[in-house]
Each structure stands twice: as C-alpha cells, then as structure tokens.
C-alpha cells in the first residue's frame, strides 16, 4: 500500500497465519516424508530485510472498493492505493460438511499432521487386527478426488506401502496395502489434457493404486464410502478415508466478488483482466487461486521483464488509460509487445500461461 503524498512504498501484508506455507508440498507432510518446518517459514523472517514490510497477523472480512478499504474481521480498517488479493481457495465437501470428520480434507498443516496420523495409525491397528478381515478394513485407504492433490496422495501413500514399511511389521505385509483413488468424472486430472491424464493415471496404477472412475460418493463415515455407480449403489469398508474432492473461494473472495459486482466462474473464483486486476477496479489485483482461469502472454526471458511489468502496471497512473494488452506473441526489431506496460527485450517470445500462475506470491489467507 503506497502511503500517499510519498514518494516511499509501504507494504502491507496481513495474514491470518504468521507463517507461509509452501500447499503443493503439503501431500509429503501428511505421508510424512517432510515436517512441518520444511514447507513452511515465518513471514516475518522472510520479510526482514524488506525494511518498508508491514506484516500483521489478522483476516480480512469485507471490503469498500470505492473507499479503497479493507475492513478485517477484528473491527480494523486499512486503506490502500493498491490492493493484491491472494485469499486462495477452501476445501469443498458439495453441501456435506459433516464427511469433514471422517474424511479430512489437505489444506492446512493441522490437517496434513491429522491425515499423518491417520495413515501411519492404520498401519499400527492392522498390526493388532484379531481377523484378517479387520486387518483389511485398515489396509484399505480411499481418496476421494483424482485432482492434482489426490493423486499425489495416492502416488505417495503407495511408496509407503510398498516401500518405506515394507520391512517393519510381523503380522502384517504392508504392500498388501489397497489404495482407492475415486473419481466422479470420466478421467484423473480432469484440469489437464487428457494425454496427461492418461500418463499420471498409468503412472499410479503401476505403483498399485486402483483408480475407480465415473463414481459418485453419497455417504462418507468412520466405517467407509458408500457411492454410485450409474443406478447402482455399492458400500467399501475403509477405515482410512481422505477428502480431495474440491475447493471452493474464500469468503473474503466472494464478499470482494459481491462488493465490486465481478464476474466469477461457478466456484466462485474471480474473473480479471489480463493485467490481474478487476474491471472497473484497476488497483485491485487477484492472484492466484482466487483469480479464475483465464489466459495472457506471460514473457518468457527473464524474471526482470516480469518485474519490470509488474512494477509498471502497478504504478500506473489511476487517472490514466491502461495500454492495450498485446495481440503479437513474439518480439520484434522494435521491441517487446509487452513494452508499453515495461518491458525492454528485444529477443524473447510469449507463453500463454495462466493468469493464476502469475509471478506474484500467493498465500493461502493473505491480502
């Protein structure tokens, strides 16, 4: 947030964790692989040099675009010049909340460290199964959503199994271990292109996952899943069961959506002009999974022309008319058709790479 009547830039960071938290590597907390510690830093040791950094600890809960202010859920009001919005996204159970305590979800440590012990605990119990049935219900481990997190879940889940324990009980054979990834669409990774999908699918069916597609969870409790498939409905006993069916935007994402009249995708997430922003509100910018996937030419050179971009486009003038965003995707002898919002190379091409995946950080509960 630049103060005003100052040539000086003060930022403001607010979060209601004080830490960051790196999510994609969340999995190998909760197969135990990494601590904590390792995916995660202290914001304000990662901003100590930044001198003109100010993090507070606090969760934003509405919003006065016009005003330019950030009201947070502790009754503090912030102003700004401008805004970058990076809320995230939150876990989904479609309507039933209730699965949330016998199928936690991964997006937080709390859980990856709940799901840890889930796993690991399901090992012990099986060890301790008076029927070779019983033993089964703790061998079995379904997760239910074949996005990104799912099967990364599964792939490391099953190196567990055959791998990491393989050796360390009596009663039991670890790689007797049935791993369930259930899909309620036609293919895994349903985001991706399907050449993709088909190779991750293959890629965990040869580490002994078994992937049920087309099957809809209707019942998620401490005993198992019971889903459809077509008009048929079928009970599997699992004693371990994980969540990663979907997610859905914040509530500060759909108050900002509400308070700035946005358009947003059916999940909620924002959609923003190629420059990040929201129309109409050129000094917000929405990052991340808050920002609903739209495409734009991203350079390909080096970080500085991102920086430069970056910095240019958040400096503009609000008076001023933004440059229209570029149509060429490669450089010529005049230069980059990215220049006029800062870019100087002369020799570079352009991607067409997500907005969400913008060089701008993002944290789960920041703005």
């Known amino acids: 947030m630049p103060r005003k009547n100052s040539s000086a830039l003060d930022l403001t960071l607010v979060d209601r964790r ?31 040099k930044q001198k003109n950094a100010l993090v507070l600890l606090g969760e934003a809960g509405d919003i006065d675009p016009d005003a330019r202010r950030v009201k947070l859920r502790d009754g503090a009001i912030l102003d700004y010049d401008s805004l970058i919005v ?43 199964s008076a029927t070779a049935a ?9 997760i239910v959503g074949a996005g990104a997190t799912g099967l990364e ?16 009980f009596r009663r039991i054979n670890p790689k007797d271990a049935h791993i369930i990834l259930m899909e309620g669409g036609d293919r895994v990774l349903a985001a991706y292109p399907p050449d993709l999908s088909e190779k991750a699918e293959k890629l965990v069916t040869r580490l002994g996952v078994q992937v049920m597609k087309g099957v809809m969870a209707t019942c998620i409790d401490n005993t198992g899943v019971t889903y459809k498939r077509g008009d048929a409905t079928e009970k599997l006993a699992a004693k371990t069961v994980i969540w990663s069916g ?5 509530t500060f994402g759909r108050k900002l959506a509400e308070r700035t009249k946005a358009e947003t995708d059916r999940s909620g997430r924002i959609k923003v002009r190629p420059d990040l922003t929201i129309p109409n509100y050129p ?52 230069g980059c058709p990215l220049g006029s919002f800062g870019c100087s190379f002369t020799s570079c091409t352009l991607s067409s790479s997500r907005v969400a995946s913008s060089s701008l950080s993002n944290g789960d509960s920041s703005i």
């Open 246 to 250: 979907g997610v859905m935007t914040t």
């Open 153 to 168: 879940l599964a792939g490391a889940l099953a190196e567990i199994a055959n791998e990491t324990l393989k050796d360390d």
């Open 283 to 334: 000094e917000i910018f929405v990052v991340g999974d808050l920002a609903a996937k739209l495409f734009a030419p991203v350079c390909k050179a080096r970080k500085i022309c991102r920086r430069s971009i970056i910095s240019t486009r958040a400096t503009w003038p609000s008076s001023a008319a933004l440059p229209p965003w570029p149509t060429s995707s490669v450089c010529t002898s005049g």
């Open 86 to 128: 990076a809320t995230g996204s939150k876990t989904s159970y479609y309507g039933k909340d209730e699965w949330r305590e016998a199928a936690p979800s991964l997006k937080t440590v709390e859980e990856a460290t709940v799901i840890r012990h889930k796993i690991l605990s399901a090992f012990e119990w099986a060890e301790r």
């Open 18 to 48: 004080n830490f960051h938290l790196f999510q994609p590597l969340l999995y190998q907390v909760a197969t135990g692989s990494l601590s904590p510690g390792e995916i995660s830093a202290p914001l304000r040791g990662v901003l100590s």
């Open 134 to 142: 019983e033993a089964r219900e703790w061998l079995t481990f379904v």
